[in-house]
C-alpha cells in the first residue's frame, strides 16, 4: 500500500468502532499493514481452503450481505461495518469459516483488509485491547459494557450485601443467658447485633438497643434465657443480594438489622447504621417517603423524583439489570403505598385478596415507558355483594398510579377491568382454558399473565395459582410450540442500518422499534427455555440462568444472550434519557441516524444472536 494513502486510511479509523479506542501507534502499526480490495457488484469473498491468509474486512464504501450456507440472511453490512471476527478462531482452517457463512457485494465496495496474522502480532502488545477483537461476539460485546460501565463506575445500587454488612457477629443458642449473651456481644465478638440459633435454625435476633430497652430498663434477670427477650422469626439477606432489596426490607417491616446467611450459616449482619455510614441511597430516602405519604397529593409529588432517580441511574453507569430492578422496587412502594391508603378510605376488605403485577413490572424491569399491567386473585368465598368493594378498590388504585405516572394500560390489562379482578377458581379456569388451546387472543393472554408477581394481600392465592399453571403446562407438550412459533415469527433487524429500516409508515416511519424488533423476543426466549425445565421465576436474566442451570441452555448461550440483552437495554434507556432531558415523551423508536459506530457494530452483533437463538428455539421446541 502507498504510504500516501496512510495518512488517509488512519483517519477514516479513528471514526471506526473499536479503532477509535487503540493508542496511535497501535492505530498506526494496524493501518501500516492494510491491503485494498474493491469489489463489484454480486462479487463474493473468495473464501478457499486453499487462501494463505484470513483477513478481517472493513468497509469503506458500499454494501455487503452475509447468508449463511443455507441462505439464511446473517446480516447486512454498510460503510464502517466490520466483518470476519468469527474466522480469528479457525485461522488456518479456513473450511469452518467457509461454512459458516457468505458475504456478497450487494453494491460496489471498496473493502480495507487485516490480515489475522499481523493484527494478533500487533495486539500482543496491547493485550488490553485485544477484546474488542474477539472471535466470540458475546466477548466483544461484553468489552463494550465494560467500556460504558467500568467496575469503577458501577453505582451504589450495584452494591451486594456482602460489600456492605460487617462479618463480625456473635452468633449464640437460644438457652444462652442474657448476661453471657452481653457478655459475648462485647468483649469476645464485639457487635451490635447477636443472630440466636436453637440447633440449625436461625431464631431470633438480640441489639445492643434491644438489651437497653427490654432487659436494663426493665430490671430483667441477666440469667434468664436469651430466647425470652429475643425479636424473634428474623428476616435474613443472602450476600449477593443487593443493598437496594436489604435496604427495602428494613423499612417495609421496620427492622434495623438482618442476618446475612448463606447455604444456612450466619455469615454476617446488615444494619442500618452500615447503610447509613457507608452509603447514601438516594431511591430508598424516596421509599421511604413513600411509605409515610398519607394522600394522593403527597404521592404525586415524589412522582418527579422516581424520574431524576431513573435519569441519575442511567448517567451513573449503573448496569442496566438493576437500573430496572430499583425503578420496579420503586413502582412496588408506590403501588403498595396506594393500596394502603385506599383500604383505609374504604375499610377492611371483606374477604382475602392478593393483587398482583404483570408484564415488565412482574419481571422487575421497569423502565421510563412501563406501563400499568396488574390483576387481583379473590378468595374464592367472596360474594357478589363483596365484589363491589373489590372492583371500587382496583379503580381508585389505577387511577392514583396514573396520578404518580404510571399509565394505564392500553390494552386493558388492570384490575379495574372485571375480567382481571376474579376469585381463584376463575383465574384457574382462564389458565386452563389459555394452555389448552392457545388461539392467538388467548395466548396474548397468558403471555400477559406468564409474568405473575404478588406485591400485596394474601400471596397464598399467587402462589397457588402458579402452581395450577406449571401443572398445566407440565402436561401440555404442544403449549411451548405454540409459544416458539409465535416468538420466531418476528425476526431481529438483520439489515437495519443499510436502507432496511422497518417502520415504513405512520408517525413512526424510518425509525427502529428496539422494543418489538429486539427487547420482546429476547423475553420470549427467556420465558421458553425456562418453561421448559419448570421455572416460576419471573425475571428474563435469571430465567435465563435457571434455564443454564437445568440444562435447557449452555454456558456459552447463556453468555451470548445476557451480554445481548443488556446491551440492548442500555441503549433502549439511552434513548430514554435523552428524551427525558428534552422534555419529551419518551419511546421505543430510535432513529439509525442516531447510532454512531459503535452502537452499530454492537447492535448487529446482539441482532445476529437473537436469530441464532430464535433458530435453536424453533428447532428445539416449534416441531411438537
Known sequence: MSHTLLPNIIEFLTHVDPFDKLPKDCLGKIA??????????????????????????????????????????????????????????????????????????MENTLLYLIPHA??????RSYPEYAQHFAAQAQVRIQSALSVVWSDDEKGLFFKTVAEVASDRVAVVPAAMSIQQTAHRMTIETPS???????????????????????????????ERQIREVMTPNPLTVAPDDLVMKAASLMMQHNVRSLPVVKDGLVVGVLSTTHLVQKHRVQAIFLIEKINYSDSLEELVELAPERQAIFEALIEGNVGSEIIGQVMAMIMDSFNRRILQLVEQRMGPPPCQYTWVVA????RNEVHALSDQDNAIILSDDVTDDQRMYFKLLAMDVCKWMDACGYSLCSGNYMASVQKWCQPLSVWKAYYTKWAENPEYERLLNITVFLEVRAIFGQTA???ELQAHLMSLLGKNSSFLSILAKETVATQPPLGIFNKFVLEKNGEHSNTLNIKKYALNLIVDLARIYSLAVGCTLTGTEERFHYACEHGSLSEESLKDIIGAYRFITRVRYSHQLQALKKGEVPDNHISPDMFGSFERKHLKDAFRIIAEHQDAVKLRFGQA
Open 461 to 463: 392465592l399467587s402462589q
Open 359 to 362: 408484564g415488565s413490572h412482574a
Open 118 to 123: 499481523k493484527l494478533k502480532h500487533i495486539l
Open 32 to 105: 501500516g499493514c492494510i491491503k485494498i480490495n474493491y469489489l463489484g457488484q454480486g462479487e463474493r469473498i473468495a473464501f478457499s481452503t486453499d487462501q494463505e491468509e484470513c483477513y478481517l474486512y472493513i468497509i469503506r464504501s458500499g454494501a455487503m450481505e452475509q447468508r449463511k450456507s443455507d441462505g439464511v440472511l446473517r446480516a447486512k453490512l454498510g460503510e464502517q461495518d466490520i466483518f470476519g471476527f468469527s474466522f480469528l478462531q479457525t485461522e488456518g482452517d479456513s473450511s469452518q469459516a467457509e461454512m459458516a457463512y457468505t458475504a456478497t457485494a
Open 192 to 222: 451490635p447485633v447477636a443472630v440466636v440459633k436453637d440447633g440449625n435454625t436461625i431464631v431470633g435476633v438480640m441489639t445492643d438497643r434491644d438489651l437497653a430497652k427490654r432487659v436494663l430498663a426493665k430490671g430483667v434477670d441477666p
